[in-house]
């Protein structure tokens, strides 16, 4: 194992500290319990919006707190969800008086550890309402899974959802949107190599020199299927349409397009995947009307990429559009 | 041997050192079907109940199963921090009042905590889950309940050996519920993690009972 | 060699293709001679900015493009500098009559032809002015070397650079303030594993699990030293205090400092990185008052990062404060 | 033989496949004290030059390395774009009017190539570059011209040979020019590319002389 740090049991605090060291103007540090929260946090009278989830996906979430985005952000231990009592202390830091929204990436560690702090806030009478993110077509939702991932639409959702409560909406109108942009929102992920957990020590899965994970999380899971390495054409093709083919998306669609890094794959890539992406969606009459390339929802070092669309319509593109300030995404003013 | 706060604090407290020696074990059944990490999960939650149990001093098994249930809850994350937790909260509950506990009562106390396992999770037998060593485990415990008076070290040590079973048996499975879901075909043929440190969790508590 | 790509010689073309068509809004790219250019250029009486060198180091130079930074940027074959016909083409297309910038690297191959194409720029009557970047404090700048590498000041002269163009400095002012800039900032990196040149096929250099090389570049060449691996504490340390003490930066100093991946560490280790080099700093009394985290001038897929520091004044603040919008660098209005 | 325009035109011809079987040796040399793009560079500026020989027809030696220099200039990059292709620049000048060459006129050329690599790059002998194979290779050429009439082929071929131990006269020396001096002492016992580019170069034209 290879990397910058000092103790694998410390990474997530001493990267946390170097975070909001680096963005002293906009986020503060809660340690005990852990979480970050926006300096201007509660903004009287707006709705507050709080994720969380393991670490190693930086940006995502404690890079997207801020103005326009999110209030707070819990950080669990590398690829573990965060704790109830994280979760309960940010949502009270946030909470206004106009409730607060838990943005939650579908996955078994985090919906139960968001539903225990959820029944613990509305115990002390805050107002909590629910957007579970589960975008990620490799896994079929069904009786026999624990339902879809949420990966690559939680940025989208966070983004959007942030700048519906800045513009006033209320706890209702926020959770509503931040519903549809998962609804209208497909993603799927590959790898060409295997991430590293520190604590763990060595790649979570061996992988051959010509052979790739079709249909990866953001947790150096394995994937679908493992398959020959292809070229890139190819490799996008394949995927923009299994996303495609589920929404369904269709000619005419206008849609905001992430072709998101997992975090060991340069940026030349990822913007040569992006020419191709695009290709094919004019091929199918799809519309790239917002593009977002780079390094947004990562899985530590691994090598790979995965390939988001949204459906969009003018109201969620105004809200894309609307400024936003934080560490891992700045627009506007 | 009897079933007193002594024996529960001693179990605990020897699950620190089970998990740190297992934790590699677990984290590599992870690596397999998951994320790599329950072995650290499970380490950290019960390095974290020894610390709690080097501060204060519960007086009841009641109190000692709620303390254990709040340490996991804060410290473990993941699926297996709300499980645990869980399990322990509802075995907490079911203790109360008792400052022995007979074998029948280990029923109650194993049949609540898993009842806390399904509600929270809605796993079903056969999902490949923690649920598939709870369940033979508990059926041994009741098994060794009905021939009266059960010893609790022997019944802790067929609870054991039948967790240790529905471990195994989880190796055919296809996971339905949580991160090995994900992988659908591709989780058969490897041992749940969840289940492997349910059953480590009672071979611990059986060897505490033997020695003491 | 595992890549998101689909034959190696066409990698930069078709990333290019990518990249413009993700910011259709901000560029635009001459095929023949290549050349990728902000679509607002020649702004009339401001003094155009360009850049170039081989690509592979995503965001720069190409991700520089836009307001307030770069008018244009030369991208050569991967880890080749630029042709002269490229840069004389890029300094034409946005030269308004207020003369062109060149920023350039320092590397035999980026002087030699940049140097070229000035020759020919000025044939032609176009005023053209240098900014040479040398802040590789791992090497030695003496008669036995090709001089110190170019890295991370790169980013800070282009930036702060584009800004003094942008408020309406002329061409002799704006050169002024690069090689101030270039003279106040100091650079140093590490790497932990090699990159693997497209084309080349396999990596660059073979380095064990438990080493590192300290002093790299960003062309993945061998670094000044090999060592075993360290916590990031000791590694950070060691490269705090070459840069410091090579200025020298003293205590009372104000520095903006970038904490730069080398394109495989992820997010979570620069932030712990950058946590640390602020230790350093505090004890030495010097004050991080602008910090930049994250992959800003990279070595394709490497492993690693650099660190460097301006030291700043109220003058340099001010301009690198002042709104930039591009690819890779954006925030104010 | 006789050192023609199709002589020169042959020699270019077969760099394009000297430097496409040499690329992965050039590139592997370079990686060592390099960027591992030598060979890369190397061969793409000879395939532009051999298409450029396709589309056009110099009619002179003099417009042929004119168009030479110009196309590596334009497609090469790095440090050695603008370092053959000055060579090839003021080789171009060198053979003004002339449509055979001597091997005294081979001396001028030569010299009048090095003359503006050492301009362009300023380096020294000894500083571990392409100077330091075309210093002994033109020694070598002018004590052929001082043997008149010399022989084309065999000069070129003494003067691949001076240039191969030029080469290889390299690995102990520390660079000071180009990308190497970085590396410092690490530099030693690495041979430089770009003087196994000139090699190969100079030993192309010995073969094409001497099959013609
Ligand atoms: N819905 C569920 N019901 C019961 N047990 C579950 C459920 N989901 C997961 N588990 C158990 O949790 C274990 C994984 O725990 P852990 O790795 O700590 O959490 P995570 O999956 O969040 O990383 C699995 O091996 C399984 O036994
Ligand atoms: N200043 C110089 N003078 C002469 N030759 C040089 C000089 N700098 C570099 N070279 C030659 O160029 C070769 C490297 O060429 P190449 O790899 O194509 O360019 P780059 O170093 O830009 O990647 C070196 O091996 C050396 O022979
Ligand atoms: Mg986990
Ligand atoms: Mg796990
Ligand atoms: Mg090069
Ligand atoms: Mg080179």
Redesign the pocket.
């Known amino acids: 194992m290879k990397k910058l740090i000092n103790r694998p049991e410390n990474v997530v605090a001493e990267s946390l500290a170097g975070l909001v060291a680096a963005h002293s103007d906009l986020l503060t540090l809660s340690q005990n319990p852990l979480f970050v929260a926006w300096k201007d946090a509660p903004v009287s009278g707006k709705v507050g919006i709080i994720s969380g989830g393991?670490s190693g996906h930086e940006p995502l979430h404690v890079g997207y707190v801020g103005r326009g985005m999110l209030d707070a952000a819990c950080p669990g231990d590398v690829?573990?969800?965060p704790t109830p009592d994280q979760i309960e202390a940010a949502t009270r830091a946030v909470d206004s008086g106009a409730g607060v929204l838990h943005v939650i990436k579908n996955?078994?560690?985090?919906v139960?550890n968001f539903e225990l702090a959820a029944e613990l806030c509305q115990a002390e009478g805050i107002q909590v309402e629910t957007v579970l993110v589960d975008d990620d077509v490799a896994v079929k939702d069904s009786l026999y899974t624990?339902g879809r991932r949420g990966v690559g639409a939680t940025v989208l959702v966070e983004k959007i959802c942030g700048a519906a409560a800045e513009q006033g909406h209320k706890l209702s109108a926020v959770a509503a949107i931040g519903k549809e942009v998962n609804q209208r929102t497909r993603s799927i992920g590959i790898a060409l190599t295997s991430c590293t957990v520190p604590a763990a020590g060595k790649p979570t899965f061996e992988i051959g020199d010509q052979e790739m994970e079709f249909g990866i999380g953001i947790?150096g899971e394995p994937g679908r299927s493992r398959m020959q390495i292809k070229t890139a054409r190819d490799v996008v093709r394949m995927m923009t349409e299994e996303v495609v083919r589920d929404l369904p998306f269709q000619s005419g669609d206008s849609v905001i397009a992430l072709v998101n890094g997992m975090g060991g794959t340069p940026l030349i890539e990822l913007y040569l995947v992006f020419g191709e992406m695009i290709e094919v969606c004019r091929e199918k009459g799809i519309n790239v009307v917002r593009p977002l390339v780079g390094n947004y929802i990562t899985a530590l070092e691994m090598a790979g990429c995965s390939i988001t669309l949204l459906k969009a319509d003018d109201r969620l593109l105004t809200l894309w559009d609307a400024p936003v300030h934080t560490a891992g995404l700045r627009w506007g003013r | 041997m009897k079933l007193t706060i002594d024996f529960f604090i001693a179990w605990l407290r020897s699950l620190r050192q089970c998990f740190s020696e297992n934790r590699d074990y677990l984290t590599r059944?992870?690596s397999a079907?998951?994320?790599a990490?329950?072995g650290i999960?499970?380490e950290r939650g019960f390095s974290a109940v020894y610390e709690q149990l080097e501060k204060q001093s519960p007086k009841t098994v009641e109190e000692l199963l709620k303390l254990t249930a709040m340490t996991l809850i804060r410290t473990?994350?993941?699926?297996?921090?709300p499980?645990y937790g869980t399990f322990f909260l509802r075995a907490s509950a079911a203790t109360s009042g008792k400052s022995e506990l007979a074998v029948e009562d280990l029923v109650t106390l194993f049949e609540a905590g898993l009842g806390g396992?399904?509600q929270?999770?809605?796993?079903e037998p056969g999902?490949?889950?923690?649920?598939?060593a709870w369940i033979p485990a508990i059926a041994a415990v009741k098994a060794c309940a009905a021939q009266s008076p059960g010893d609790p070290a022997e019944t802790l040590q067929k609870a054991a050996e039948a967790a240790e079973t529905g471990m195994r048996n989880t190796i055919p499975l296809q996971?339905r519920?949580?991160?090995?879901s994900y992988l659908g075909e591709r989780s058969v043929g490897h041992q749940?993690?969840?289940?492997?440190?349910?059953f480590l969790m009672l071979d611990a508590a059986a060897r505490v009972a033997e020695n003491s």
């Open positions: 393991g690829f573990t969800s996955y078994t560690g985090d139960m624990a947790h | 059944l992870d079907i998951g994320d990490d329950h999960n499970m473990v994350g993941g699926a297996s921090g499980l396992i399904i929270r999770g809605k796993a999902d490949k889950t923690m649920v598939d996971a519920k949580g991160r090995a749940d993690p969840g289940a492997t440190s349910t």
